[in-house]
Antibody
Framework: QVQLVESGGGVVQPGGSLRLSCAASGFTFSAYGMHWVRQAPGKGLEWVAFIRYDGGNRYYADSVKGRFTISRDSSKNTLYLQMNSLRAEDTAVYYC??????????????????????WGQGTLVTVSS | ESVLTQSPGTLSLSPGERATLSCRASQSVSSSYLAWYQQKPGQAPRLLIYGASSRATGIPDRFSGSGSETDFTLTISRLEPEDFAVYYCQQYGSSPLTFGGGTKVEIK
């Protein structure tokens, strides 16, 4: 079955950096786009970033653009989120999630993802001095 | 950006009752590109519905979705004890992908 396991969370000072990882198994990782979604403590869900199945296109929420970088290594079946210049408002549980369409469903020109299924268990990032 | 507003914020119901959750979009959601998720405390969200009305794999048929353009509804026909949770809608018809603020279904 599809499994996504995040790691790399922890406590970091404002202005610091952290890299999250998401190990994928149970499906052909190289065929699917992947997302990061976050949830601040006691709050709702916020989409953070998407990467196309081949890494060709990457999209970000305005709140993280220029500070976060999504990437993938299909030889390791792993998704990453490099987070720089962290702020207190970045404190959240970060989930990785699989996009439903293999190869963008055949239309990759402007494909930015659809729904999220399944999700990993999440990793907590706390930005605090 | 398409803003999704969910109502009510909290729904207090008893097991066996019918739950009706609303999700309203600030602009028309193209092709009914709307999904619903269930989240229980300490757990990741789980996909229930996509395409406004298609149930995800393994989702019981007491969950149903309906609606189009700017108004969408998630209905739970008869609440089971395991259905008490927070529910989120999400649109994927325009960029960026956005979520509603959630509706908590609690035991009355």
């Amino acid at each position: 079955q599809v499994q996504l396991v995040e790691s790399g969370g922890g406590v970091v000072q404002p202005g610091g950096s952290l890299r999250l990882s998401c190990a994928a198994s149970g499906f052909t990782f190289s065929a699917y786009g992947m997302h990061w979604v976050r949830q601040a403590p006691g709050k709702g869900l916020e989409w953070v970033a998407f990467i196309r199945y081949d890494g060709g296109n990457r999209y970000y929420a305005d709140s993280v653009k220029g500070r976060f970088t999504i990437s993938r290594d299909s030889s390791k079946n792993t998704l990453y989120l490099q987070m720089n210049s962290l702020r207190a408002e970045d404190t959240a549980v970060y989930y990785c999630a699989k996009d439903p369409l293999a190869y963008c469903g055949g239309d990759c020109y402007s494909y930015r993802g659809k729904w999220f299924d399944p999700w990993g268990q999440g990793t907590l990032v706390t930005v605090s001095s | 950006e398409s803003v999704l507003t969910q109502s009510p914020g909290t729904l207090s119901l008893s097991p066996g009752e019918r739950a009706t959750l609303s999700c309203r979009a600030s602009q028309s959601v193209s092709s009914s590109y709307l999904a619903w998720y269930q989240q229980k405390p300490g757990q990741a969200p789980r996909l229930l519905i996509y395409g406004a009305s298609s149930r995800a794999t393994g989702i019981p048929d007491r969950f149903s979705g309906s609606g189009s353009e700017t108004d969408f509804t998630l209905t739970i026909s008869r609440l089971e004890p395991e259905d008490f949770a927070v529910y989120y809608c999400q649109q994927y018809g325009s960029s960026p992908l956005t979520f509603g603020g959630g509706t908590k279904v609690e035991i009355k």
